[in-house]
């Protein structure tokens, strides 16, 4: 889950509410049955999902998250601030997390059987025990980068439709910040980002 964010004016002290920079969206056929989902303000066809509970939301809108992914209904949205004139933008792309989408246990499997062959190697366990979690890790990457790939080729008619450089919505500049903010209240550019506590 990401570190949640308000937004701080030094000039007027506003004080924003918490707020992830980055968030997850699932596109529904048809609106949500669902009252409690917030639907995204530019693609209504878009829920928002909660950052916990990810899956059992999936599930109650008939999806699970292979299904999901593959059919490029999840979109992982990035706040971007605008360099010329402070204002929020986001970057939209589709979701393709293969460590996400094939989880933890193949991972886990994969690293348990290469550590076996390792210790077979050395003939000592000890070897293999302190190389798990380096193999693990590495397994790990190694396993969500190709699913990733497959993911994308999958989805490849599909990228190149939203892989248009993510433009300011005030001034359509393509260059983002993260300092000297525009603060909602004031409506200067002396607010920075600090860590919600």
């Given at each position: 889950?990401?570190?949640?964010?308000r937004?701080?004016?030094?000039?007027?002290?506003?004080?924003?509410?918490p707020f992830?920079?980055?968030?997850?969206?699932?596109?529904?056929?048809?609106?949500?049955?669902?009252?409690?989902?917030q639907?995204?303000?530019?693609?209504?066809e878009e829920?928002?999902?909660?950052a916990?509970?990810?899956?059992?939301f999936l599930?109650?809108?008939g999806?699970?998250?292979?299904?999901?992914?593959?059919?490029?209904?999840?979109?992982?949205?990035?706040?971007?601030y605008?360099?010329?004139?402070?204002?929020?933008?986001?970057?939209?792309?589709f979701?393709?997390?293969g460590l996400?989408?094939?989880?933890?246990l193949?991972?886990?499997?994969?690293?348990?059987?290469?550590?076996?062959?390792?210790?077979?190697?050395y003939?000592s366990?000890k070897?293999?025990?302190?190389a798990?979690i380096?193999?693990?890790?590495?397994?790990?990457f190694?396993?969500?980068?190709?699913m990733?790939l497959?993911?994308?080729?999958?989805?490849a008619?599909?990228?190149?439709?939203?892989r248009?450089?993510p433009?300011c919505r005030a001034c359509?500049?393509t260059?983002?910040?993260?300092i000297?903010?525009k603060?909602?209240?004031?409506?200067l550019?002396t607010?920075?980002?600090?860590?919600a506590?």
């Amino acid at each position: 889950m990401s570190q949640l964010f308000r937004k701080k004016c030094e000039q007027c002290g506003f004080l924003s509410d918490p707020f992830h920079e980055n968030y997850l969206t699932l596109r529904l056929d048809e609106p949500s049955k669902f009252s409690s989902s917030q639907v995204h303000p530019h693609f209504p066809e878009e829920v928002l999902v909660p950052a916990r509970g990810v899956k059992s939301f999936l599930e109650a809108h008939g999806f699970s998250l292979r299904t999901a992914i593959t059919e490029g209904r999840l979109f992982r949205y990035n706040r971007l601030y605008c360099r010329e004139c402070g204002e929020e933008f986001e970057q939209r792309r589709f979701d393709t997390s293969g460590l996400q989408y094939i989880g933890t246990l193949w991972p886990i499997l994969g690293s348990v059987f290469i550590t076996t062959i390792v210790g077979l190697i050395y003939s000592s366990w000890k070897v293999a025990l302190i190389a798990y979690i380096p193999i693990m890790m590495v397994t790990a990457f190694i396993m969500g980068m190709l699913m990733e790939l497959k993911i994308r080729k999958i989805l490849a008619h599909r990228i190149g439709e939203i892989r248009k450089l993510p433009r300011c919505r005030a001034c359509a500049s393509t260059e983002a910040t993260k300092i000297r903010l525009k603060c909602p209240q004031c409506g200067l550019r002396t607010a920075r980002l600090v860590i919600a506590h």
